[in-house]
């Protein structure tokens, strides 16, 4: 009968080999058991938390590193892209809206039905605000250089014009600030176009905001600076008239609708530019309105008159 082997070396117990993973000085590694079930012995107990806070820190160093630095250098492209189309949009959409100021006649309502019933207002509008938006979300707006947070408020200051949100405007493009960009216009209007166009976006939209408000004297000193930016602007100049009739200076606002209307006929009637008739027609009214206000009843309603004749001939042709 064989004997069972006598006693046959067992192997090392494994928990006897781990060693503690703390660090002693100068940088050397402990030998000590760290226990049942521990990584690091009773002395290097309190490292696995240095060495998580390190963690932590070197992750928020990077993160901000990324953020800061690394993160702009992918995403200007990005950026100028959606402030470019965004920039689009805004455009179209102020021109509608230029549209309407100068269509809010002195008393003719059908100017005021024809520019509300606008569908491009509404639908430009739509696709600004969501064009902010996705902007917003993607975008750290509060890291915008100065130059595109100004095309970022202009935007949402027009769409807020578009809306009848009128007294948002002044804080997001604030009355200084159209000022000041006027004044360095003004200083070098030869050489500085797309100054001059920034100075004329700013008052354009602030002075449609102060419009909205009924705010007459200050829309009045927006468009006003806008005209002496830019004097061949018609539409701008009409919007001067109607704030100077809004506010009882009736002279000052027939001679400037006399100009106007001047213009417009020159432009329907001489050189054939049948596709401003309907603006003549709101000028028209405009001064008919004027004219009204101030007792002249037999020019008022030869404006009046002419107005009606240019929108039927308009609606015939539809």
């Known amino acids: 009968m064989s004997s069972s082997p006598q006693n046959p070396e067992l192997p090392e117990s494994t928990e006897s080999k781990r060693t503690c993973l703390g660090w002693t000085r100068p940088f050397k590694r402990c030998l000590k058991p760290p226990g049942p079930k521990r990584l690091f012995c009773h002395h290097h107990r309190y490292q696995r938390w240095v060495i998580l806070l390190s963690l932590l820190t070197f992750a928020g160093l990077f993160a901000g590193l990324y953020q800061d630095a690394f993160k702009p250098l992918f995403m200007d492209d990005a950026t100028e892209q959606k402030l470019a189309r965004m920039d689009e949009v805004r455009a179209r959409l102020?021109?509608?809206?230029?549209?309407?100021?100068?269509?809010?006649?002195?008393?003719?309502?059908?100017?005021?039905?024809?520019?509300?019933?606008?569908?491009e207002i509404a639908a430009h509008a739509e696709a600004l605000a969501a064009l902010i938006t996705e902007f917003e979300a993607e975008v750290a707006v509060e890291k915008l250089s100065d130059e595109d947070d100004l095309r970022f408020r202009l935007a949402k200051a027009t769409l807020a014009n578009a809306q009848h949100r009128y007294i948002e405007v002044p804080t997001l493009v604030p009355v200084?600030?159209?000022?000041?960009?006027?004044?360095?216009?003004?200083?070098?209007?030869?050489?500085?176009?797309?100054?001059?166009?920034r100075a004329i976006e700013l008052n354009q939209v602030l002075g449609g905001g102060f419009y909205g408000l009924r705010e007459w004297r200050k829309a009045l000193?927006?468009?006003?600076?806008?005209?002496?930016?830019?004097?061949?602007?018609?539409?701008?100049?009409?919007a001067i008239a109607i704030c100077l009739a809004k506010l009882g200076q009736l002279p000052a606002a027939s001679s400037h609708f006399d100009e106007i209307v001047s213009h417009f006929t020159a432009l329907v009637e001489q050189e054939g530019r049948t596709e401003l008739a309907n603006d003549l027609a709101i000028c028209l009214s405009n001064r008919g309105g004027t004219f009204q206000t101030q007792g002249k009843l037999d020019d008022a309603i030869k404006d009046y008159d002419k107005a009606i004749l240019i929108r039927t001939r308009l609606v015939e042709q539809e």
Do not use: H, M
């Open 221 to 238: 000193a927006c468009y006003e600076r806008i005209l002496e930016l830019r004097p061949d602007r018609w539409a701008t100049r009409q």
């Open 176 to 197: 200084e600030e159209a000022i000041a960009e006027f004044q360095a216009a003004k200083k070098q209007i030869e050489q500085a176009e797309p100054q001059i166009d």
């Open 94 to 119: 102020q021109a509608d809206l230029d549209k309407l100021v100068s269509g809010i006649g002195v008393a003719a309502r059908w100017a005021d039905s024809l520019a509300e019933t606008n569908p």
